[in-house]
């Protein structure tokens, strides 16, 4: 059983950087593709960016060029760099397979961008 666990979220300015990290309590290494997840208050949750097992990516447009995400099968992490911060990315962050299960959702982490 797969537990997915969120941290790196603090608040930061604009055009500075943040490494977001998920922790996976529960091997990886079979899924095919994992993603980052961002909901925004009063927005609907979105899929920022995903990574298949053997590192194939993908972005959203508002975050390409910016957001780098990343996976290590061995040690069950994703990850996501973001650079260049603005504070449209204000949202909770959350990590999970593309498409989402529902039972993996976590607490997510905050990432708050001020100007």
């Known amino acids: 059983q797969v537990r997915l666990v969120e941290s790196g979220g603090g608040l930061v300015q604009g055009g500075e950087s943040l490494l977001l990290s998920c922790a996976a309590s529960g091997s990886i290494d079979k899924i095919r593709t994992m993603g980052w997840y961002r909901q925004a208050s009063g927005k609907q949750r979105e899929l920022i960016a995903d990574?298949?097992?053997?590192?194939?990516?993908n972005y959203a447009d508002s975050v390409k060029g910016r957001f780098t995400i990343s996976r290590d099968n061995a040690k069950n992490m994703v990850y996501l760099r973001m650079n260049s911060l603005k504070p449209e990315d204000t949202a909770v962050y959350y990590c999970?397979?593309?498409?989402?299960?529902?039972?993996?959702w976590g607490q997510g982490t905050q990432v708050t961008v001020s100007s």
């Open positions: 999970n397979t593309n498409p989402p299960n529902i039972y993996y």
């Open positions: 990574i298949t097992r053997g590192g194939n990516t």
